[in-house]
């Protein structure tokens, strides 16, 4: 397992914004994946979205059009940036570096960083 340390979650009232980051320790992870997943309470963890070692993203349809993902290599950083956020996109979001190049299965997970909307 990779050290993996998020940051970003909070409070926030619903149409606002949040930025979440993901800091993978130790060498360099350019030519892996790396993603993001959330969990609500009662729910299953679930997957928002991810960047390949090639700089292909992907979106889940349920945050198309509001999250966006990018990705600094040289400091081991992905970021998921929510826009017009919704009550029902209060979960634990989860930081996930894969293995390989263009998969997030298998990896390591982060500790998880709370969002929470309010109407």
């Known amino acids: 397992q990779v050290p993996l340390v998020e940051s970003g979650g909070g409070l926030v009232q619903a149409g606002g914004s949040l930025r979440l980051s993901c800091t993978a320790s130790?060498?360099?992870?350019?030519?892996?994946?790396m993603g993001w997943f959330r969990q609500a309470p009662g729910k299953q963890r679930e997957y928002v979205g991810h960047?390949?070692?090639?700089?292909?993203?992907n979106i889940a349809d349920s945050v198309k059009g509001r999250f966006t993902i990018s990705r600094e290599k040289d400091k081991n950083t992905v970021y998921l940036q929510m826009n017009n956020l919704k009550p029902e996109d209060t979960a634990v979001y989860y930081c996930?570096?894969?293995?390989?190049?263009?998969?997030?299965?298998?990896?390591?997970w982060g500790q998880g960083t709370q969002v929470t909307v309010f109407p």
């Open positions: 996930r570096l894969g293995e390989g190049r263009a998969a997030l299965t298998p990896g390591s």
């Open positions: 130790g060498t360099l992870f350019s030519l892996n994946a």
């Open positions: 960047t390949t070692s090639g700089g292909s993203t």
